[in-house]
Every structure is written in structure tokens, then in C-alpha cells.
């Protein structure tokens, strides 16, 4: 991911259970921040927002976070159209996002 880029979220309907994704406070990242993460939508709150295939999200930026293993991990920022920030993970933006084409 490069920063000012636009992703969109695909290939989240593959999965049998977990099609969406959620902004989830993370316990092993030093800073509780925020992060994208594959959820089952039948286990969402109503209330909650989520992504699904097809939504876009920009990249804010690559920093260097660390986690509960306590050394430093690169994770994604970025803004989702609902204006909410979180962390996505190399693991998570290799295969979950493509960039966007204009």
C-alpha cells in the first residue's frame, strides 16, 4: 500500500464464514489501535459498521507498530468511507485489497 492511494476490499466472499470486515480494538498491538479484521456478518452488531467487497478505503500511511511480541510490525493506516481509522496488517492488505484504477 503507498499513501494517497485508494484500495478496494475484495475477494472477502471466498471465505464460508468471515465476509466482512471490522474495526476491532486489538489487545496485542502496545497501543490498542484499532484494526481490519475478517469477521462473520452474523456475528456483528446491527449498530456496526463493516466492510464488505467492493468498498474502498485510502491509505494514510505506513508506521511501524508494536505488537505483543514487543518488536515493531509494519501496518497500513487507513480511512474508511465511514471517516474511522484502523491498522491493516501486511498479512491482511496482500490479500484482501487491490488498488484502485482510475
Do not use: W
Amino acid at each position: 500500500m503507498q499513501q494517497g492511494k485508494m484500495y478496494r476490499v475484495r475477494r472477502l466472499a471466498d471465505n464460508k464464514l468471515q465476509t466482512a470486515m471490522v474495526l476491532r480494538d486489538t489487545y496485542h498491538m502496545k497501543d490498542h489501535n484499532p484494526q481490519l479484521t475478517t469477521e462473520n456478518p452474523a456475528y456483528i452488531s446491527a449498530a456496526a459498521k463493516y466492510l464488505i467487497d467492493g468498498d474502498v478505503v485510502a491509505c494514510l500511511g505506513r508506521e511501524m507498530v508494536t505488537t505483543a511480541h514487543y518488536e515493531k510490525q509494519p501496518f497500513y493506516r487507513v480511512l474508511t468511507l465511514t471517516g474511522e481509522t484502523g491498522y491493516v496488517s501486511k498479512a491482511i492488505r496482500n490479500k484482501y485489497f487491490e488498488l484502485v484504477r482510475l
